[in-house]
Each structure stands twice: as structure tokens, then as C-alpha cells.
């Protein structure tokens, strides 16, 4: 956790993340992150996904001991609070509500100014929770387990969506590819352990070619991995009969049409829009290959990287409260019939 100054202000906020599998609350205090604490729900994985009835069940249950130990981590109390955070969207119905209804109830009851965030906006800005932040105007890569986005970001109000996938997302694509090799959820950490002992070039998987400049398909590639694996191997698609060798070379295979594919978009973007500096941001940014990729593409271009500290690439409050403070500062009201949102809201980068 970083103790750098996040922006000036004396403000006491609590943030709240629950759009998926992880709760997670926050506490800035005096400029800065004092508290972020994160509950994941490993439970899922036996299921090889999100149930989203149980995610939403320990969202319930494990809020409020995580807001008391944040306060207590921060030296704070409930009333010290002068601003409530939440995500709003996108994400789960039922878990966003867990946390948006609590935050909400929170804001009523101290009678402090309540913000709801978007959460892809939350993995935009959370670079600057890093000690070295990104300039604007700045470039960034949105790579989480439902959305592939590429985003020209030229201040805290205003954002051009450049690019978006038109089928999955490279996350989503990581996770079907796993289980395709008998892996476990989430696929990200899976298919990148076994990737460390394959051979990159043992399969030539597809880059897709979109119509849009700056848009990604992974929808192409998966497809040509489940093709690959039922031609080679026998059995079903719950028991195939893969040597581990054979695992690890098409997770390194994969996962470099993959890497590439988010590689050349950023660089056609890099080369027509004139950025300080470059961002890669959501939980598919923990990916050591891609990160290393990127830190490749900017010494060519000589543009400054900024990529979060794991703590920051995947679901977390921080990024939560630090964006509802930005919206703060900048003048933005809500009331508190704020309702969630499961889907993108592309307006919101327009």
C-alpha cells in the first residue's frame, strides 16, 4: 500500500466494492489510503464460476466486519466518515446491490454526501493510488474479467472510448480456456503458472482482425483452442486425456495471441494519440507476461507506464474511493435512489 499523497484534501471517505467475487473496503484519510482490505470468495471455484446468489449471500455477511476493521485499521470511527462510496455498476445485480443499499444506509444515517462509482472507472484511475501516477492526457488498457477496453483519458471528467471487444472479453477468454485444459477458476493465474513451462511457440493460435481499429475479439481464439484441444485429444470436454507438457505449451501459446492482440491495439493507439503516459489497469494486468509486454511497448515509444500494484489490479475499495473522491472534487451531486447497473455504461466514456 502506497502512503503518497492521492489528492488534496483533509476528507475522511469510505469506499465499498461488491460487483463480483470480492468485497472489499477502503478508507483515504488526510490524503492517504489507509485502509483496503478484500475478501475474495474462493468457494467459487469449485463451481467453475461465479454463482451469483452465493456471492451476493457473503457480500451480506462480510461487509460490516470488513467496515469495522477498516475503521479500526485507519484510527477512525463510524462518524468520522465525511464521504460514502459504492460501486454502482457494472457487475452483478445482486451484489452490487449488497454493497451500493449499505453504503447508502451509511450515508443517510451519518448525513454525509454519498457517490456511487463506476467501477471500470475505478480500474481507469487507479493507477494514481501508485506513488508514480499517470499524466494526462494518458492511454489506458482495461483488461478485467468481463470487459477489454481501450480508453484515451484526458483529465478526472473527461474520457474518449477508443475500442471495445465485440464478443468476449480477454478475461472471460482466459477463464474458458482454462477450463478447455481441465484448470481450475479463475483461469488468469492458471493458464499463466502453466504457460511458465510451455513453449509459446508450439501452437500458432489466431489474432483476430476487427472492424473497428481499436476494437479486440478473443472470441476467434478460444474458439481455435477448443478446436485444437478436440482434434489431439480424446475424451470429453469435462476429462480430456492432456499430457501437462502439452497443457503448458497451449497456455503459452494461448497466451501469447492473446498478449499480442491487446499489444498491437495499444500500439495503433500509442502511435495516433499524442498521451504522456499509458496505463494498464483491471485483474487480467496481474498477467506477468502482459505487463512485461507492456513495459516493452512504452521503452519503444518512450512513453511513461503506469500499471497498479496487484493489490489494485483486480476488484478492490481503493480504487472505489479514491474515484468517488475525484467526482467529489470536481462538483458531481447523487441522490440516494442512485440505482445499479449490471452493464457498461458507455456514456460514461463518451
Known amino acids: 500500500m502506497t502512503n503518497d499523497k492521492l489528492l488534496m484534501t483533509n476528507m475522511n471517505i469510505l469506499g465499498i466494492e461488491s460487483s463480483c467475487d470480492e468485497t472489499s473496503v477502503a478508507v483515504i484519510s488526510n490524503d492517504k489510503l489507509t485502509a483496503n482490505l478484500i475478501s475474495s470468495q474462493d468457494f467459487h471455484s469449485k463451481y ?13 455477511q462480510i461487509v460490516i466486519p470488513l467496515v469495522k476493521d477498516a475503521l479500526k485499521k485507519s ?23 449488497v454493497g451500493l443499499t449499505f453504503a447508502k444506509g451509511l450515508s443517510y444515517s451519518l448525513k454525509k454526501p454519498f457517490v456511487p462509482v463506476d467501477h471500470i472507472e475505478g480500474h481507469i484511475f487507479s493507477g494514481f493510488l501508485m506513488n508514480e501516477k499517470p499524466e494526462f492526457p494518458y492511454l489506458t488498457l482495461v483488461v478485467s474479467g468481463g470487459h477489454t477496453l481501450l480508453i484515451l483519458v484526458k483529465s478526472f471528467t473527461e474520457m474518449k472510448l477508443l475500442g471495445s471487444t465485440v464478443d468476449d472479453a480477454a478475461g472471460e477468454a482466459f477463464d474458458k480456456v482454462s477450463k478447455m ?15 511458465l513451462n510451455g513453449n509459446p511457440d508450439k501452437v500458432e493460435f489466431p489474432i483476430a482482425e476487427t472492424k473497428g481499429k481499436y476494437d479486440f475479439s478473443f472470441s476467434g481464439l478460444k474458439t481455435a ?24 505449451d497451449i497456455a503459452a501459446s494461448f497466451q501469447k495471441a492473446a498478449v499480442s492482440a491487446l499489444i498491437k491495439k495499444t500500439e495503433k493507439a500509442i502511435k495516433n494519440f499524442e498521451v504522456n503516459s499509458v496505463s494498464l489497469v483491471g485483474g487480467v494486468a496481474a498477467n506477468k507476461s502482459l ?36 467526482l467529489f472534487n470536481a462538483g458531481k451531486e447523487f441522490k440516494l435512489d442512485y440505482p445499479p447497473y449490471p452493464g457498461l455504461k458507455i456514456e460514461h466514456f463518451s
Not at 454463482?51 to 457480500?59: D, F, G, K
Open 48 to 60: 467453475g464460476g461465479v454463482v451469483p446468489e452465493l456471492s451476493s449471500r457473503a457480500h451480506l
Open 291 to 326: 505487463r512485461d509486454a507492456f513495459s516493452g511497448l512504452c521503452s519503444k515509444y518512450k512513453k511513461k507506464l503506469v500499471i497498479p500494484a496487484l493489490e489494485y489490479c483486480g476488484d478492490n475499495a481503493a480504487m472505489i474511493a479514491f474515484r468517488g473522491l475525484t
Open 181 to 195: 485444459l481441465g484448470l481450475s477458476y479463475p483461469g488468469g493465474p492458471q493458464i499463466q503458472n502453466c504457460a
Open 75 to 97: 484510527n477512525l470511527e463510524l462518524k468520522d466518515i465525511e464521504l460514502v462510496t459504492a460501486t454502482a455498476g457494472p457487475g452483478l445485480i445482486g451484489a452490487l446491490l
Open 225 to 248: 483452442v477448443l478446436r485444437y484441444v478436440q482434434k489431439n485429444y480424446s475424451g470429453d470436454k469435462s476429462n480430456r486425456n492432456i499430457p501437462q507438457q502439452d497443457i503448458n
